[in-house]
């Protein structure tokens, strides 16, 4: 049998995964997290603004107004990689109304949405405060 100095096979763990001192090399060179966020936001689907508007009015009801500005506030956060970098998932449609699903049922469509981006701003600053939705009429 070789020896595995002579074949220049990497050195195992008798398990075929790399030693931590390997792991280490591997990564030594890896992109910072504002590149891997852009790349991200890059390869990934935003959130389809259309379905989410149809999917808030049934579920939440609202004013066409109020629908269309949080389903474009949804995808505005979506494409800014904020919450990818925050909590690591990519936003979907189910996920917005999963989170507004969350808030007091007494709540109208625009108090769901400005209770959840409140929530966020709590947890990672104020830079969620830009996708707040005003006070409009309907």
């Given at each position: ?135 409009t009429a309907d």
């Amino acid at each position: 049998m070789p020896n595995r100095a002579t074949t220049g096979s990497p050195p195992s763990n008798g398990l075929d995964q790399p030693r931590a001192s390997e792991v280490v090399r591997l990564y030594r060179h890896k992109p910072r997290a504002g590149q891997q966020i852009q790349a991200l936001a890059r390869q990934t689907e935003t959130v389809d603004r259309q379905r989410l508007a149809e999917a808030l009015a049934v579920e939440f009801g609202g004013g066409d107004r109020t629908v269309r500005t949080v389903a474009r506030q949804a995808g505005d956060l979506a494409d800014s990689g904020r919450l990818t970098a925050d909590i690591g998932y990519e936003l979907t449609t189910e996920r917005v109304l999963d989170n507004l699903r969350d808030a007091p049922a007494t709540y109208t469509l625009r108090k769901r949405w400005n209770w959840w981006v409140g929530s966020l701003e709590l947890a990672y600053g104020d830079t969620y405060r830009r996708f707040r939705v005003r006070e409009t009429a309907d």
